[in-house]
């Protein structure tokens, strides 16, 4: 099908979009990147009176280092993720991550911010923001706010922005020098939404022996991007080994909140979700030098 | 405000300019306007990968833009490949020695992102290609044949 009738604006700067938004924000979709609502436009599963395209607001371009943080403006591209050098020095599993958000093709136009967004749960972006600790700038006609990456995810493509705000920046804080980190995904297809994924933060206690601390984020298993603090406590004090991770992986299973679709069943997706557990672990640990 | 929008940009090297609905697709911008039929509307919502031109040297989904954000771009689509004499480039022809295409619907996408990957990454491995070709379904050929074309095409471009 084709997009409904809408009226098209493509301000040049935020404060021409912030002011449209405010006067029409019931009847105005933002666009980004478009790789998601261009979709829901065409099926008119969207009919928004009026589409605020950001694309030509410059100065919302950017990936920038600041105060240690990674700054990331609206229109940045997730192609960004993989080329832009500060992100391979500071957060180098967002480089990791950006490799099963969809294809280069749609890497070329979708945006970071945009990702963050729309909030499909089972989307890699989402989770990166809950692993890594992630801020969202919203910015509205009148304020701006930030919103912690867990107050921000509310549910199946809900989020704490409203309609009158557009996500301006998103913050990835650089992690801890000596943490190691990987994320990994099961789909029937390179590029397809993950069935289930997970994102795994690990630090070794001095001895390089015992866990100090540990991150567990899946994705694609519940409404939102979900942090399973019960299965990082049971790695927190505990040997790095397949024992320690075993019991993590039971715990992970236990504290996602997936469903049955036509994708997969609720059951496979807890045993992948364990699996993923294990598999991630390993895979942090060995980047921490460990086998 | 408005609802349609002059929309100026340049297609394989030639200017054009036509004023459209807003929401008119760029594909459909191509096809009816531009009157550039190659390029294919398969799923039209950026799944299939049917649609696929280069947009200032990069590939995407010409289905899941507007014509209105391509205001001012160069674009390049599958008819840009061939020399006005007729002769194909080195992809087309990998993909005609190889059978890199049965009914050929999802060809034209193939070629676009082959002709990026392969300027930026001419050297690529079996694993890149199909990493880039994984935003592309074909529903005949199985993808080996793709694969071989790539993989010819690749190796002739370097020894050109």
């Keep these: ?20 938004l405010d006067r029409h924000s019931d009847d105005a979709k933002v666009l980004a990147g478009g790789q998601s609502l261009m979709p829901l436009l065409n099926m008119r599963l969207a009919r928004p009176s009026i589409v605020v395209d950001i694309n030509q607001i410059e100065e919302l371009n950017y990936v920038r280092a600041s105060d240690g943080d990674i700054a990331i403006g609206a229109i940045a591209r997730q192609r960004a993720l ?20 969809a294809h280069p093709q749609i890497r070329s136009r979708g945006t970071i911010c945009g990702s963050i967004a729309h909030a499909d749960p ?9 692993a890594l600790d992630a801020e969202m700038i919203l910015t509205s006609a009148k304020a701006a706010r930030t919103v912690g990456a867990k107050a921000f995810f509310q549910s199946f493509f809900t989020t704490a922005l409203k309609a009158n705000e557009i996500l301006t920046e998103v913050r990835f804080p650089a992690p801890p020098k000596d943490s190691a ?15 289930a994924g997970i994102i795994a933060g690990l630090v070794l206690e001095s001895n390089r022996e015992v866990i100090a601390h540990a991150r567990l984020v899946y994705f694609g298993v519940g409404a939102t991007p979900i942090r399973v603090t019960a299965a990082e406590e049971a790695l927190i004090g505990q040997a790095a080994s397949e024992s320690a991770f075993e019991a993590a992986a039971q715990s992970a299973k236990q504290g996602i909140d997936p469903t049955s679709d036509i994708h997969a069943t609720e059951e496979y997706r807890r045993a992948l979700a364990a699996t993923l557990t294990k598999r991630a672990l390993r895979a942090a640990l060995q980047k921490l030098g460990k086998n | 405000m408005a609802t349609t929008r002059t929309v100026k940009l340049r297609v394989n090297g030639v200017a054009y300019e036509h004023t459209v609905e807003a929401r008119k697709t760029l594909v459909d911008f191509l096809r009816e306007d531009v009157g550039l039929t190659g390029t294919n509307v398969g799923c039209e919502h950026g799944v299939c990968g049917a649609c696929t031109i280069l947009m ?36 087309q022809e990998s993909f005609r020695d190889k059978h890199g295409l049965q009914c050929g619907f999802c060809t034209p996408g193939f070629l676009m992102t082959t002709y990026e990957l392969l300027s930026k990454h001419p050297d690529a491995d079996e694993e890149k290609i199909k990493e880039w070709l994984s935003g592309h379904l074909c529903r005949c050929t199985g993808y080996q ?7 010819l095409a690749a190796s002739r471009l370097r020894n050109r």
């Design chain 1, 1 to 20: 099908m084709k997009p409904p009738k809408f009226d098209y604006y493509d301000p040049r700067s935020l404060d021409e979009a912030l002011a449209l």
């Design chain 1, 82 to 101: 993989q080329t832009e050098k500060l992100i391979a020095e500071r957060v180098p599993i967002l480089r990791e991550g950006a490799y099963y958000i």
């Design chain 1, 122 to 130: 089972a989307a890699e972006l989402p989770a990166l923001a809950l």
């Design chain 1, 181 to 195: 980190w990987s994320v990994l995904e099961i789909s029937r297809r390179h590029g397809d939404f993950a069935i």
């Design chain 2, 56 to 91: 200032n040297g990069e590939a995407v989904r010409s289905c899941i833009m507007l014509a209105a954000q391509a205001d001012g771009a160069e674009l390049m689509t599958v008819e840009g490949l061939a020399k006005s004499t007729g002769e194909l480039h080195p992809i």
């Design chain 2, 145 to 151: 044949d793709i694969l071989e074309s790539v993989k």
